[in-house]
């Protein structure tokens, strides 16, 4: 059959198979007495791999995978405060504010970095992911989240829901 269109050709393409994926996402782990820690593509501190369609964090993955689906609104928050580990016992969901107060308390609330200069970027890639992923909970403002990194809320805007910035910033598909 002659493939006439981008449509066809992308429906001729074989489906991913959700089990070979979720076997692919575990040999990416190493699986240690304590935390199971992820050693696949990371975006600064933060594990990312994409199962089925668009990249996503790697504990929200371990969380989906193991326990079950993840409530709209909550986020997928770490005991043991090691960003890279998947170990699903190490893994709770929790609100935005059980985050910042976790984060409070364990020290890794650090003031959002101003010290770009005019037009530079002040917040990193991994700022950028959290904060889009906070976004996407709808838990938050847009207000709240620029009062908590720092900047103002048409930046957040522009980071969060501008496509244009995907590339220049992430390469992250949405
Ligand atoms: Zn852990």
């Given at each position: 059959?002659?493939v006439t269109s981008w449509k066809q050709w ?93 984060a409070n308390v364990k020290g890794r609330a ?65």
């Amino acid at each position: 059959m002659a493939v006439t269109s981008w449509k066809q050709w992308r429906d001729s393409l074989p489906k991913a198979d959700p089990d070979k994926r979720i076997t692919r996402f575990w040999s990416k782990v190493e699986k240690g007495p304590d935390c199971w820690i992820w050693k696949g593509g990371v975006r600064n501190q933060y594990g990312a791999f994409n199962l089925i369609g668009p990249l996503e964090y790697v504990h929200r993955i371990a969380y989906r995978i193991t326990v079950g689906p993840i409530p709209k609104g909550l986020l997928v928050l770490h005991r043991c405060d090691t960003p890279l580990c998947v170990n699903p016992a190490h893994l709770f969901l929790g609100t935005q504010s059980d985050n910042l107060k976790d984060a409070n308390v364990k020290g890794r609330a650090k003031p959002p970095d101003r010290t770009g200069s005019r037009g530079r970027r002040k917040l990193s890639d991994a700022q950028i992911i959290e904060m889009r992923q906070l976004e996407e909970t709808g838990a938050i403002s847009l207000a709240e989240l620029g009062r908590l990194y720092g900047i103002c809320k048409q930046s957040i805007w522009r980071f969060c829901k501008d496509s244009r910035f995907d590339g220049e910033y992430l390469g992250i598909p949405r």
